[in-house]
T-cell receptor, first 114, second 112 residues
Framework: KAGVTQTPRYLIKTRGQQVTLSCSPI?????VSWYQQTPGQGLQFLFE???????NKGNFPGRFSGRQFSNSRSEMNVSTLELGDSALYLC?????????????FGPGTRLLVL | QKEVEQDPGPLSVPEGAIVSLNCTYS??????FMWYRQYSRKGPELLMY????GNKEDGRFTAQVDKSSKYISLFIRDSQPSDSATYLC????????????FGSGTRLSIRP
């Protein structure tokens, strides 16, 4: 099975712009979660989508949003970019139906905000 | 206080040594405990996944959870240079498998 894929792998933006990141989960997985990873804060949970609905949400401002399509692919959007949004954004997928299952991560999108 | 605390290291040991990586957590609701390995410029890769207290062994890796002291450990036997990576402990409560809380990661280097 192909793993989780994320596009683009690298991105440079300037403050105030917006950005959209894409994630394709493992085939058959219906849950997609997004995380932000920075040297200072580590890995932090952004949100989770399951069957096109946001099922869980972390403690990030409303500038961070996401959506999921009927084929389980997911996009994450960050509006009005700030310097502090520079990070590795990771997407993880799981089947989504069982609380005991775990997640499989993609390689991430590295975002640099100038 | 972070819900999962982990010494960031770096930790450097000679090849063949036994490595001990540790974390503590504060949330009593946490039931599932994981260790991920992350190589540079890659996403985290699941190494071990355990439920509640006890030990779990997989090859050279042993995960240990002590819920009474809220302590999580990962032991690596016969360490290899290819084990050099950042190791992240993580946990989540029974009710929220997706809302994983990660430790900050320990950077491990195995010297040949």
């Amino acid at each position: 099975k192909a793993g989780v894929t994320q596009t683009p792998r690298y991105l440079i933006k300037t403050r105030g712009q917006q950005v959209t990141l894409s994630c394709s989960p493992i085939s058959g997985h219906r849950s997609v979660s997004w995380y932000q990873q920075t040297p200072g804060q580590g890995l932090q949970f952004l949100f989770e989508y399951f069957s096109e609905t946001q099922r869980n949400k972390g403690n990030f401002p409303g500038r961070f949003s996401g959506r999921q399509f009927s084929n389980s692919r997911s996009e994450m959007n960050v509006s009005t970019l700030e310097l502090g949004d520079s990070a590795l954004y990771l997407c993880a997928s799981s089947p989504g139906s069982d609380s005991q299952e775990t997640q499989y991560f993609g390689p991430g999108t590295r975002l640099l905000v100038l | 206080q972070k819900e999962v605390e982990q010494d960031p290291g770096p930790l450097s040991v000679p090849e063949g040594a036994i490595v001990s990586l540790n974390c503590t957590y504060s949330n009593s609701a946490f039931q599932y405990f994981m260790w991920y390995r992350q190589y540079s410029r890659k996403g985290p890769e699941l190494l071990m996944y355990t439920y509640s207290s006890g030990n779990k062994e997989d090859g050279r890796f042993t995960a240990q959870v002590d819920k009474s002291s809220k302590y999580i450990s990962l032991f690596i036997r016969d360490s290899q240079p290819s084990d050099s990576a950042t190791y992240l402990c993580a946990s989540h409560p029974y009710s929220s498998a997706s809302k994983i809380i990660f430790g900050s990661g320990t950077r491990l280097s195995i010297r040949p």
